[in-house]
């Protein structure tokens, strides 16, 4: 189980920023760039992820359309031809120039609503070298983690979210389950810059 001083830590930032904040809203995704099995297999894992933080996913968005995108593409200078992209992020030719020169392999980004909690989000993927490796059920279950709050950028560097069950299956580590549920508890604030909220997060976490 993980103890407060390890769950303050994946939601710090490397300018030593805390910030643990949930979705205010149900989540309407839409996913570009993949066959139709993909597109159903990354579906089933956030609806997984959100009926483990009792937490609604929605087909549309009633202010926004859709609240959740993610791209998939081969080279990040793909992007650059989706119409009205640029619209939706500001500066889209640097931040693809930035992916690229540092040989990134995805990128994510969030809004949030006026009491900090995740309005929307955008998730970049690339598919190129360990990702093409990647089966279509890990891959989409570790987006799903990653799309469900505010982790920091190394919060799954050293360890995945993931684990694979005794008959192969791959699910989400218990300790990130239970941390995803606490976060998700309505009694808990949507988002807090506060660090001293670990410590009610880390105690739902052994309930």
């Given at each position: 189980m993980l103890d407060a001083k390890a769950v303050e830590a994946m939601f710090t930032r490397g300018d030593g920023g805390?910030?643990?904040?949930?979705?205010?809203?149900?989540i309407a995704p839409v996913v570009?760039?993949?066959?139709?099995?993909?597109?159903?297999?990354?579906?089933?894992a956030l609806q997984a992820l959100?009926?483990?933080?009792?937490?609604?996913?929605?087909?549309?968005?009633?202010?926004?359309?859709?609240?959740?995108?993610?791209?998939?593409?081969?080279?990040?200078?793909?992007?650059?031809a989706v119409p009205d992209l640029d619209k939706l992020v500001p500066g889209l030719p640097d931040?693809?120039?930035?992916?690229?020169?540092?040989?990134?392999?995805?990128y994510r980004a969030f809004r949030f609503e006026p009491d900090g909690a995740i309005r929307a989000g955008i998730v970049f993927l690339r598919m190129k070298g360990e990702a093409l490796e990647t089966p279509?059920?890990?891959l989409a279950l570790s987006q799903a983690v990653l799309s469900m709050l505010t982790w920091?950028?190394?919060?799954f560097d050293e360890t995945s979210p993931l684990a694979s069950a005794p008959d192969g299956t791959?699910?989400?580590?218990p300790e990130i389950a239970a941390l995803i549920r606490a976060a998700y508890d309505p009694v808990l604030p949507a988002a807090s810059d506060d660090p001293a909220t670990v410590l009610r997060l880390a105690a739902r976490m052994g309930q």
């Amino acid at each position: 189980m993980l103890d407060a001083k390890a769950v303050e830590a994946m939601f710090t930032r490397g300018d030593g920023g805390y910030m643990c904040a949930r979705w205010g809203r149900p989540i309407a995704p839409v996913v570009f760039g993949v066959e139709d099995e993909t597109l159903d297999v990354m579906k089933s894992a956030l609806q997984a992820l959100c009926k483990l933080a009792d937490h609604d996913m929605a087909e549309t968005d009633p202010e926004l359309g859709v609240n959740l995108l993610v791209f998939f593409c081969r080279e990040w200078d793909e992007l650059s031809a989706v119409p009205d992209l640029d619209k939706l992020v500001p500066g889209l030719p640097d931040l693809l120039a930035k992916l690229e020169a540092g040989d990134a392999s995805q990128y994510r980004a969030f809004r949030f609503e006026p009491d900090g909690a995740i309005r929307a989000g955008i998730v970049f993927l690339r598919m190129k070298g360990e990702a093409l490796e990647t089966p279509a059920d890990v891959l989409a279950l570790s987006q799903a983690v990653l799309s469900m709050l505010t982790w920091s950028e190394s919060a799954f560097d050293e360890t995945s979210p993931l684990a694979s069950a005794p008959d192969g299956t791959v699910v989400l580590k218990p300790e990130i389950a239970a941390l995803i549920r606490a976060a998700y508890d309505p009694v808990l604030p949507a988002a807090s810059d506060d660090p001293a909220t670990v410590l009610r997060l880390a105690a739902r976490m052994g309930q």
